[in-house]
């Protein structure tokens, strides 16, 4: 570790501990809070272990975007937020502007703490939340210093390597957490609702054009076919059969050149770029019109080949409010294969 780093993470303990020394009795940062009768308090399984919380806890910290994504479908607003990149906002004022898709539920202000993989412990200190939230890949390295500022419980939407992340995983935890387990249910049942709702509104689209494949690229650097994203797991669930490349499993690198070779009825790419987290789908497009490989394709020149966001229809919030506006916003996207057909 580099003398510059050690003295960041020294300073960081130093505002930690002072913030702790701070605070009083009845409000200590440890798993077990006294701030609610023992009546109220419930003891919540996480990836780290277990963790007692006590009552409703107002003052949350969300570590990533399918933390907030699950909080604000409970009904629970963020007191602070990690975004998938550090955006260097201090406080997310204007959320619906600065928080893509999502920014729509947020009523509150919440503290701006960087990036999910890293937040800021000292803007974490001074806020004393209730109650941190966040996700075991991204926060398990500083999971010993979260907890010395808030209990801190830590969730993972994939149990099983071998299946696709889905919130269903993990959201019983994470409403127990926030004393929401009856919205919980809810949603899952809802989830039920709208899948059926998108299979009978799609029905056309599977019965004539039933393989998709998908990718996510920036037409640049990188193709990755995207088997086990959300929007491939959704649209599982609604009948559609994902295309693999063969030879390959999973989330894989593969080349531009072999994607006339894929046998498909319908292409989705995710779209994204380096220089920016969300919105390049217009970007990735031209592109991909501006390619003689790619355009020449049958299922390209017979208009079936779509360009989303990837930070929505990716893997980046995996959220019940993020499967409700892919499964909204699907038949808008493929219905129009079946009926451009049925025009001819």
Known sequence: MSKLRRLLTIGICIVILV?????????????????????????????????????????????????????????VQPAAYAESVNLNIQTYDNPTEQIPYLGQWVTTQPIGLGDRKSPSLERLAQLQPDLILGEEWNNQDEYSLLTQIAPTLLFSDTKN?????????????????????????ELLKAFEEQIAHARKALQPVVQ????????????????????ESTTARLLKEIGFEIVQPEGTKGEAEISQEILPQIETDLIIVLSYSDDSFHDWEDTVRQKWAQNPLLKSMPVSQQGRVYFVDYYLWGSHTRGPLTDKLILESLPDLLLDSVEAEEAK
């Open 19 to 75: 913030v702790a020394c701070d605070r009083s009795p009845d409000s200590s940062t440890s798993d077990r809070p006294t701030s609610a009768s023992s009546e109220s308090c419930r003891l919540v399984k996480h990836e780290m272990g277990e963790t007692e919380v006590c009552g409703q806890p107002e003052q949350v910290a969300a570590l990533s975007p399918h933390i907030l994504d699950s909080m604000l479908a409970l009904g």
């Open 161 to 185: 390597p071998d299946e696709p992340q889905s919130w269903q995983q993990d959201i019983q935890g994470i409403a127990k957490a926030l004393g929401k387990e009856a919205q919980g249910s």
């Open 208 to 227: 004539k054009y039933p393989r998709i494949f998908l990718i996510s690229s920036n037409l640049t650097t990188h193709v990755y076919s995207q088997p």
